[in-house]
């Protein structure tokens, strides 16, 4: 057998010598482009991707039009992939669905009967059991097709040929959307209104210097076709459409129903564009059951054709206004919608456009599919004048005619010969009914030749006028814009436009949660809850091999501290731990604690106090609590070194013990105040570390306590009195075996 490098290539010898990176690169790159270009990112001339736009020419072929019958999806589908989109079915199927679906797409460009899914994100049913049809936005995207409006290109096996773009009589980019990932780029257009689109392109032609402010006078901002309102900046919305990168803040629309007697509830009506309505739902119902949401107190949904979610407050004292706004801030209700306008031009070269880029390059697509279908009119045109002035000579000369077609053996030649015609009159002569002949008349075919050279002077006019391509380009438009404008039922503008003032404002949420009493329990393996009241902890159950490691016992107004071993700070809100049931959650979820550290101390916290806090290595100083607050989950360092403590500063003396149980008082005095750092020696240590620390008032005393919560002093403390970071000496006889200051978990 010959070896690959002696075979041919259709045997499979091909063999390329060149460098591993340099091969790897090409075709990385090769990958990357045909994943932009056939893929990911969508023409700005007709806003539709490879698959789409097959989609679309394979129903045209199959005549789906939108008062066809309607066909089986799964024929659509096949005819697609067998003919122009060598993928699989089911990435059809989902780009055929999503074209049909609604909820996604502002003017859907499919007609589809039976389960197409819903905006709770059910699924589809299957291609087999859908049918499907071209809508009138479809059409208007087809329009002019079979009149050499666009370029075609054969199909991936050469069998046949596919539209390079389709004619778009309306602007489908913004109008509907678009959104892809591709290498290294990304698109994220949203959908807008149709008729606003179409009154943008007018200015455009009326004054091409027209800016982004001149458009935003017809088109304010994008049409979601599940409704909500867009709470957006004016001049956000300005800078995104300028530059072709920004974003929409959308938010669910909601009003109140009065139930008497001061009772109320929320109803929302309409929910942002891409939320799945039954995702927010649970979302809701997760927030009341992990407490983040204390102002909300039921949800249901009681959606039938139209959408309809019941949010009930806790309390009829909260204001609507109030409650919506903690749930924007925690819920999808309100969610952002980017705006990324990466998009494939003219020639095929991706590019970030803005909102008048977009609008231009629409508009001269709509120009040379004007000019394309123009020419291609006057081909047939000429075409049928010659063949006029052929019958003209027949009608002159009729028995003449008749006698050549009914004698001669070659009728053909023998009338080019005897009437001076060329092929095409003499084949279309033939090619008419003897019974037609009979039937011409003169005037009947003159006047079809006059009116056929006035069409053909009016277009040869209009292909050398610019102004007048322009008009007809915005007659056409007008056009579209009865077709798909407010008095239609995909018209009318969906999505609100909300002013400046309708962003969120800072809510003080905790000012409505319910004061209750309540005892948060933290495990040795970090599992927190918060269980109702102060009552005898005696019968806490804990998971195998875990046990109380904190205990504090607080109310639900309250914010608690968590100083952990790598010396940072925590805020948790009472009200929001999980409840007593079970064993909690996992701290950690709360918090961004590090897999290796743990919570040392875990405390209330209380305006105005003050902490010691220590570390192993015998360091520390006072921090106020109030700079220990945290805002974000990740928390606050506080103190740098492996931390031990966070006393409570309630004194005037400090106590510290080492691991080897020697104890050293001095001065509170001598302790600096900082809000972050290493501090200063607190005790000195040949091996081992600090165990625990104190601060106690010299007029009390020293004192400890043990397992059983009894009060035990230390009379003798003074004989341990000396110079701040000293070693001290041996605590005496019958202290705490555990050497710290109270045996006592809390």
Known sequence: MADDATRSPEEGGRIVDEPIGEA????????????????????????????????????????LTADAAFRKSAKVVGDVMGDYHPHGDQSIYDALVRLAQDFNSRYPLIDGQGNFGNVDGDNPAAM??????????????????????????????GSKEEPVVLPAAFPNLL?????????????????????????????????SKATTDDLLKVIPGPDFPTGGIVVEPPEAIREAYDTGRGGFRVRARWHTEDLGRGMWRIIVTEIPHLVQKSKLVEALAAVIENKKAPLLGDVRDESAEDMRLVLEPKSRTVEPEILMESLFKLTALES?????????????????????????????????????????RLEKIAARLDVLAGLLIVYLNLDEVIRIIR?????????????KLNETQAEAILNTRLRQLRKLEEMEIRREDAEL?????????????????????????????????????????????????????????????VREPVTVVLSEKGWIRALKGHGDLGNLQFKEGDGAQHIVRCETTDKLLAFASDGRAFTLDAH????????????????ELGDIDEVVALFKYEEGSKRLVASHEGYGFVVPESEMLATKRSGKQVLNGRAMQAAKVEGDQVAVIGERKKLLIFPLSEIPEMNRGKGVKLQSYHDRGLADVKVFDKAEGLSWEDSAGRIRAVPEWKDFRGKRGGAGKLAPKGFSRSGRFSDVIG
């Not at 075709?27 to 679309?56: E, F, M, N, Q």
């Not at 990932?181 to 004054?207: Q, Y």
């Not at 004698?407 to 009437?419: G, M, S, T, W």
């Open 24 to 63: 790897l690169a090409k075709r990385y790159l090769a990958y990357a482009l045909s994943t932009i270009t056939s893929r990911a990112l969508p023409d700005v001339r007709d806003g539709l991707k490879p698959v789409h736009r097959r989609v679309l020419y394979a129903m045209k072929r199959l005549n």
């Open 175 to 207: 109008a509907n959307g678009s959104s892809g990932i591709a290498v290294g780029m990304a698109t994220n257009i949203p959908p807008h209104n149709v008729a606003e689109l179409i009154d943008g392109c007018l200015v455009l032609i009326e004054n």
């Open 128 to 157: 087999r059991y859908t049918e499907s049809r071209m809508t009138k936005a479809a059409e208007a995207l087809l329009e002019g097709i079979d009149e050499n409006a666009v370029e075609f290109r054969p199909s991936y096996d």
């Open 453 to 513: 050279r006035a069409e053909q002077a009016e277009l040869q006019g209009l292909l050398e006028d610019t102004r007048k391509q322009w008009r007809k380009v915005g007659a056409e438009l007008k056009e579209t814009r009865k077709l798909f404008g407010p008095g239609t039922p995909f018209g009318k503008r969906r999505t609100e436009l909300g002013e400046a003032a309708a962003v969120s404002t800072e809510v003080d949420i905790e000012a409505f949660v």
């Open 336 to 376: 952002r919608i980017s705006l990324n306008m990466n998009v494939l031009d003219a020639t095929g070269a991706p590019r970030v456009m803005s909102l008048k880029d977009v609008l231009r390059a629409f508009l001269d697509h709509r120009r040379d599919v004007l000019q394309r279908r123009t020419a291609f």
């Open 576 to 591: 929001k731990l999980p409840g007593g049931r079970g064993h909690g959650e996992p701290i950690r979820l709360s918090i």
């Open 407 to 419: 004698n001669e053996d070659d009728p053909k030649a023998k009338l080019i010969q005897r009437f």
